[in-house]
């Protein structure tokens, strides 16, 4: 695979980039890096010359962008690197990837930040911004230094995995984001409430004799976050929402105006409580897969714009780990390359709109991001080349064995997807091909 800076030019595709309002059939050149040209047929003689991707048929859009996931270096590497997991996020047409800090030791510090980012560009294929602590030793009991992490290079804060179950550090979390002009990243669940629970609670964890984690247990949290948010004038993004009454309350909140982004996954846009039945410890996740009502609420939720963006809190775990007891288990998946053929689905069935489902994997995430680490999100001419180039309609079954990420466990294992990736290219490097794909060389 060549992995330097091309000169490609992407003929034939279907562009669709929400950022510029683009719908239409056209090529596009990438050279030196960056976008260089967008039109009909080739492009003027005074462009280098370039190889040429066929690309008729297929979806061409900015790289996909994932605030949410583990990658777990350092501390886990069984589990994940920076170099399988970006490995992953390339296969599944993210060209950005922020990363938690429930790492070991966890993103609290300078040092670790920094240790994050000299890995990503020694390792990492495709663009890594780190995620630092709210709490020192994401203890939850005394604020990180989030002026510090912010300098050296965190793009938002959280103890994902945990809540920030103390409120008064919450406060003075979302005071600092205030400041910082950074999000507070919250894993809403009151823990509590949830202790002790392993998967939703309803007739299938009743059916199981499985204890569960009620709705309430995020829907407190949620408010609490959301009436300290109007309190500071703070930044706040709900992780992972997971329950219909979450949707209704930031629903509400953003109606006051108040300062409020959240995100959903594709498995909690897809799958319910019953998958545990099936794949057991695979489908255990953290907040739980849930109910056809929630999957309806948080998918008219995303299509209103209350839930902003969809992330894949790619969770990977070992086998070992996962063949645990169902109490023991830790929760979580690995979704980075199946991403986008969970979320096609939602598109197959007339739920959500192609252009809708880009936006919430681009545009939208760039927004919460900025434009202070490149200019990502968009195809604009002058943006750094990150863009994925996809097959909406191809049918592949799921083999983990063929996974790029470490992390095996999935509930999806041997399920037949619609929608793959076919290239994905990052800052002007190819970085994932399909063997099916075409690369014609040189043409003047
Ligand atoms: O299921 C989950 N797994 N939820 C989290 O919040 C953390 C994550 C992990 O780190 O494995």
Not at 138 to 153: H, N, P, Q, V, Y
Not at 337 to 348: D, F, I, R, W, Y
């Amino acid at each position: 695979m060549n992995n330097k800076p091309i000169a490609l030019l992407i003929h034939g595709g279907h562009i669709i980039d929400p950022s510029q309002g683009l719908d239409e059939t056209d090529s596009l050149l990438i050279s030196e890096g960056k976008i260089s040209w967008l039109g009909k047929g080739k492009p003027p003689p005074s462009c280098p010359e370039y190889d040429i991707l066929h690309a008729e048929g297929l979806i061409i859009c900015p790289g996909f962008i994932d605030l949410h996931c583990h990658l777990r270096q350092p501390g886990f590497e069984e589990k994940e690197t920076i170099a399988t997991g970006t490995q992953a996020a390339a296969k599944g047409g993210f060209t950005t990837v922020c990363c938690m800090p429930n790492t070991l030791p966890p993103l609290d510090s300078k040092e670790t930040i920094d240790y994050v980012k000299s890995i990503a560009a020694a390792e990492g294929v495709v663009r890594v911004l780190p995620i630092g602590c709210i709490s020192k030793g994401r203890k939850g009991e005394e604020l990180a230094k989030l002026d510090e992490l912010a300098s050296a290079g965190a793009i938002a804060f959280s103890d994902d995995g945990s809540p920030a179950t103390n409120s008064r550090l919450m406060r003075q979390a979302l005071e600092y984001s205030h400041d910082l002009n950074l999000p507070i990243i919250d894993h809403c669940e009151d823990t509590a409430l949830s202790q002790g629970g392993v998967m939703n609670e309803g007739t299938t964890s009743t059916k199981l004799g499985l204890p569960g984690i009620p709705n309430a247990a995020e829907d407190i949290i949620v408010a609490r976050d959301l009436a300290l948010t109007r309190l500071t004038r703070g930044r706040l993004h709900i992780a992972h929402v997971s329950s219909e009454g979450s949707v209704g309350l930031i629903r509400r909140a953003k109606e006051k105006g108040i300062m409020v982004t959240a995100e959903v996954t594709p498995l909690h846009l897809t799958l319910t409580e019953e998958s545990v039945i099936v794949h057991a410890t695979n489908a255990k996740v953290n907040p739980p897969l849930r109910t056809r009502k929630d999957i309806q609420a948080l998918i008219q939720g995303l299509k209103e714009g209350v839930i902003d963006i969809i992330v894949t809190d790619h969770a990977p775990h070992t086998e070992a780990d996962k063949m645990l007891k169902f109490a023991l288990a830790p929760p979580g998946i690995s979704s980075l390359e199946t991403a986008l053929g969970s979320l096609m689905s939602l598109v197959h069935a007339g739920q959500i709109t192609l252009t809708t489902l880009v936006a919430k994997l681009t545009r939208e995430p760039a927004k919460i991001i900025g434009n202070k680490y490149g200019k990502p999100g968009t195809l604009a001419i002058g943006a750094p080349a990150d863009i994925t180039i996809f097959d909406p309609d191809m049918d592949w079954e799921v083999d983990t064995r063929a996974f790029t990420s470490k992390g095996k466990n999935t509930p999806l294992a041997g399920s037949v997807l619609k929608g793959k990736v076919m290239a994905t290219i990052a800052q002007g490097k190819l970085v994932y091909r399909d063997d099916s794909i075409r690369i014609e060389a040189k043409v003047a």
